[in-house]
């Protein structure tokens, strides 16, 4: 158990606050040369949402925008496939210009060629959601244990990080626990405001926040936090990253949890995988596996959702760590940013187990 007070019971484990978008996948042709695509439904805290829905069995939502035309007619059918409750502010779409529904574009790569991603989030609906769009007070009255949100919503306007910090503030004064995944985009950032208004934005969000989400670069790019002098030698080394844990204590004393993954890229479909923790003063370190990778987009929300999902029910730091660990590891081997797997799966991997034919 951890110092976090997280609600026993409530009408749902889970409320995610975020952008919903869908991924165009060629597999391994790069687009350039691509003739044909797979359709992923995607969102950094829809991920989340949808992966404690359907593989760990809870009961999730997702407050996000919907446009009224084929492509939302698809994504909201993902949605509802995934077990998500759906909370959508409506937007008609012109038939021309929009809103849109973003996408993205990634190729998977493949050994010595990295995957290449690239967005169209021109006059996206999600970038319109403004405070005072969603009944926060009415959402939370029915009893929220979490709430999950993350950096790249937060990049998109200039009213998506004070519609953060609106819900934020209504989820702590509901008494759940809060979340943030700082998921740092400098593309994204850099259209309107930069690494300076990030930070600021990000800072006021993260006063709210219980649990925090974020490599050493988010950090530092996201909330300021100054490195240490000394780099690690490996990207498995979580050094500078746990040095860095006292600054962001000093800064945001209201965080108690504070994880990342740690992963070291040999090739595009061979990565050696871990992750680390530092939860109420307590430093816990996953094992280390090596990964053969089908698509490694989602696998980052993979292991939050793990995280979050053992921390929702009781496990301990080294459980919880274990099982986001395990999860994120096998959403790797299933195409999509979204679960495939099943809570037994995880469980046995977390465990130990091995990728027997299971009979």
Known sequence: MTQLIIPTEGGLDLLSLGALVHRLDPGIIP???????????????????????????MNTAIASAMVDYPIGDLIAGRVRAMGVRPIYKRFVHDGVTGPNMATVYSDRGLGVRAPVVFYNRCNEAAARLAPGD??????????????????????????????????????????????FDLNYREKLWSIWGGSDKAQEILGQIVSYVDVLVGNEEDLQRGLGIRGPEAKSESALDPAVFLGMIDDVRAKFPTVKVVA?????????????????????????????????????VGGGDGFASGFFYGLLSGATPEEAVALGWAHGALLTTTPGDTSMVTLEQVRAFAQGGSARIQR
């Open 31 to 57: 687009f350039r040369k691509a003739t044909e695509c797979s359709i992923h439904v995607s969102g950094g805290e829809f991920n989340v949402a949808a992966n404690l829905s359907d593989c760990f069995r």
């Open 134 to 179: 969603f009944d926060w007070d009415a959402l939370f009255s029915s009893g929220v244990r979490w709430f999950h949100s993350g950096g790249i919503f937060a990049s998109l306007s200039q009213t998506t990080g004070p519609l953060i910090l609106e819900a934020m503030q209504a989820a702590k004064k509901a008494g759940a626990v809060t979340s």
């Open 260 to 296: 990342t993954t740690l992963r070291e890229v040999h090739s595009t479909h061979r990565h050696t995988w871990s992750a680390v923790a530092w939860v109420d003063g307590q430093t816990v370190l996953a094992p280390t596996c090596e990964l053969e990778v089908l698509d490694r």
